[in-house]
C-alpha cells in the first residue's frame, strides 16, 4: 500500500503546474497535457496514450535526491525490458529515450517539491530531439496508463521507505547498476560549454563524477552524451 491519492483529468497544461495547488501525497494524472514541460525549459510532447503524472511531496532539503529515487523506480518499473537511466534521470531503452522526470519546487507556503514524470507508452514523439525517442509499445511493452502510474507509484514508494530509513548509499548503489554510460567517455554539455571525461560514478549529492585529463569535476545539472 502507498499513502498517495490520485487525481485524473483528460486535459491539462501541465500536470506539474496543477500539482502546485495541491497537497502533499497527491497525484495527478491527464490524459494528455496542452503545454508539457521537459528539463531545461523544453516542450514535453504530450498526446493522449501516453503517460503523464505528478507526484507531490513535502519540500526538502533532500529535493535533488528524488530525481535519483524517481529514475529508478520508474527503471525498476519496466525492469524486464532492460531499462538504462542516462544521468541524471531519462530512462532509456536501447539507447531511446522512452521516459523523463521533471523536480520542480513549489515555494509557496507549504512549499512542495512536485516530481513530474512522462513515459511514452503508445506514441514516440515527432518532433525535433535532442537524443533518438522511443515508446514501451514498441519494445514490445503493453501497458495501460493507469497500470503503469499505479506500479510506479508502488516502487516509488518503496524507495521513499528505503531512503528515509537507510539513506542515499543502497538507492544510489541501484541507481548505479542501471547507470548508462559508467566507467566509459561521455561528453557533458552545459549551457556554456562542453567537458569530455570518464563517467567516474555519483557523489553522495547526485552530482556526476567526471574524470577529465586533468582532474575530477562534478557536474550539478546539463546533457550528458555518449562517445
Ligand atoms: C525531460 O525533459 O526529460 C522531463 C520530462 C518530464 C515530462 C513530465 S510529463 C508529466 C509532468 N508534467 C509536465 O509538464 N512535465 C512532466
Keep these: 500500500m502507498h499513502p498517495f491519492k ?6 491539462l497544461e501541465s500536470t506539474n503546474e496543477t500539482a502546485k495547488e495541491f497537497a502533499p501525497y497527491d497525484v495527478i494524472h491527464a490524459l494528455s497535457q496542452i503545454k508539457g514541460k521537459g528539463r531545461m525549459g523544453r516542450q514535453w510532447e504530450s498526446p493522449k496514450g501516453n503517460l503523464f503524472m505528478s507526484i507531490v511531496l513535502p519540500y526538502t532539503k533532500e529535493a535533488p535526491l528524488y530525481s535519483f529515487i524517481t529514475s529508478l523506480s520508474v527503471a525498476q518499473t519496466i525492469q524486464s525490458l532492460s531499462p538504462c537511466i542516462k544521468w541524471p534521470n531519462d530512462i532509456l531503452l536501447n539507447g531511446q529515450k522512452v521516459g523523463g522526470i521533471l523536480l520542480e519546487t513549489s515555494l509557496n507556503e507549504p512549499q512542495k517539491l512536485i516530481i513530474g514524470i512522462g513515459i511514452n507508452i503508445e506514441h514516440t514523439p515527432k518532433g525535433k530531439m535532442l537524443y533518438p525517442v522511443t515508446c514501451l509499445k514498441d519494445n514490445g511493452l503493453s501497458i495501460s496508463c493507469i497500470d503503469l502510474l499505479n506500479e510506479i507509484l508502488k516502487t516509488f514508494y518503496q524507495n521513499v521507505i528505503i531512503f528515509e530509513q537507510t539513506g542515499f548509499s543502497k538507492i544510489k548503489q541501484q541507481w548505479l ?11 557533458v554539455k552545459l549551457p556554456q560549454k562542453e567537458m569530455n571525461g570518464i563517467f567516474n560514478g555519483l557523489r553522495d549529492d547526485g552530482a556526476l563524477i567526471l574524470q577529465t585529463r586533468t582532474k575530477q569535476q562534478f557536474i550539478t545539472a546539463g546533457d550528458i552524451f555518449m562517445i
Design 6 to 11: 490520485y487525481y485524473a483529468f483528460d486535459l
Design 177 to 187: 547498476n542501471f547507470a548508462s554510460g559508467l566507467g566509459q567517455q561521455i561528453c
